[in-house]
Each structure stands twice: as structure tokens, then as C-alpha cells.
């Protein structure tokens, strides 16, 4: 709970019990290995889609579309868990960076302390989504979803600017007990992303 891991391409995995954030870097290829879940029987196309027609069969080919060294590792822990790393905290917030270690994508977990105000700045633009509480995003009024009809409006998802970011988004936690909390999610090109535990001396941008 509140902790991460950076999942390689071609490397089998599966949502577990809990509740996941996993934001991606953009694909347009995709293999399910699980044909069934929850007695629901997923197609032999689920797994070979995007597979050249004359190779769909071909279960050697299917196979090699893993990354075998990856997903044997033997200390994939350690090279791929991801713990939360503080980035900035104060009486009013708690930044942690809960993605990072990689070459594509990064994201920080922001929680505003019950009834306080943070101008949160940073160097480059994002996404973000809030999973918890309610109060004010800039100049929008924005709360957590929660049950949502299809086609309903929801105040919970917000683009930031590179601009934005730099002059400061000011977040009002406008409850008086519970925490209101924010996921933001970045490309690969925030100065200040963490390099793979263990690899401190990394110079890369992105890890």
C-alpha cells in the first residue's frame, strides 16, 4: 500500500486487489496472456492481435514477445520496486515521487493537509487526477469522484501547463478532516525525477 514498481515492456503483469495508478507510456500494441478471469473466457485474439496474420500460431514467436530475462529475474525487487521518496513537505502538504526509475514517465502523490492552502510549483507541464477529498484547483472548484453514472461530469481531473506549473497552482483543501489528494503524472522530461534505487549516481532525467 502506497508504494510502487516500475513494470518493464514485455514483462507479464495483472492489476492486483488494490486499487492501482498506473499511468503508461503510449503503445499501440497489446498481448493478454490470461485467457480466463473471474470464469470470464478471454479470445485466443487477446493474445495475438497484433501479431503478423502469418505468425498468430506460431507459439514460439507468441512467447518471444516476453521479455524472459526480465521476467526471471531473480532480484526483481530490487531492481524494480519503486518506494515513495519525499520531494517536498511542510505543515500544509507532502509531496512524494511514487513513479519514476524509468526512461518514459514519472508521477508524485500530493496530499493537502485538511483545511490548508499550497501553491504547488514545478518545471514542467502535467496531468493530474484527485483520488481523495475536495476544495479548489486553481480557479476550479474540484472534488474526488465517486460512483459516476456513464456520461456524467466529474471534478477530478485537471491539465497544468508548463507555464502553470512554473508561476504555481494554488490548492484549497477545503475539508475540515479529511486529506484531499492528488496524483500527478509527467513525461520524461522533469529535471528533478529520482534514478532507480541503487543508482545514484545516475545522470538521466528520467529513471
Excluded at 478471454?42 to 501479431?51: A, H, K, M, T
Aim: aromatic share 12%; net charge negative.
Amino acid at each position: 500500500m502506497g508504494t510502487g514498481w516500475y513494470t518493464a515492456p514485455g514483462v507479464v503483469h495483472a492489476p492486483g486487489s488494490y486499487l492501482t495508478y498506473e499511468p503508461q507510456w503510449n503503445a499501440d500494441v497489446n498481448s493478454v496472456y490470461e485467457n480466463v478471469c473471474r470464469n470470464e473466457v478471454y479470445p485466443y485474439d487477446f493474445l495475438v492481435e497484433n501479431c503478423p496474420h502469418d505468425r498468430k500460431r506460431d507459439v514460439d514467436y507468441v512467447l518471444d514477445l516476453m521479455d524472459w530475462e526480465k521476467n526471471v529475474d531473480p532480484h526483481y525487487k530490487k531492481h524494480y520496486f519503486r518506494p515513495p521518496i519525499t520531494a517536498s513537505q511542510d505543515d500544509r502538504h507532502i509531496e512524494k515521487w511514487i513513479v519514476y526509475g524509468n526512461d518514459y514517465i514519472a508521477a508524485q502523490e500530493l496530499t493537502v493537509m485538511p483545511g490548508q492552502t499550497a501553491t504547488i510549483k514545478g518545471p514542467t507541464a502535467y496531468g493530474c487526477i484527485i483520488v481523495q477529498g475536495y476544495g479548489q484547483f486553481g480557479a476550479y472548484q474540484a472534488e474526488a469522484a465517486g460512483t459516476l453514472r456513464y456520461g456524467q461530469p466529474s471534478a477530478d481531473e485537471y491539465f497544468v501547463s508548463e507555464q502553470a506549473a512554473r508561476e504555481g497552482v494554488t490548492i484549497v483543501n477545503r475539508s475540515a478532516c479529511e486529506p484531499m489528494v492528488i496524483l500527478k503524472h509527467f513525461g520524461p522530461n522533469h529535471p528533478q525525477t529520482p534514478p532507480p534505487p541503487g543508482d545514484e549516481t545516475s545522470d538521466s532525467r528520467a529513471r
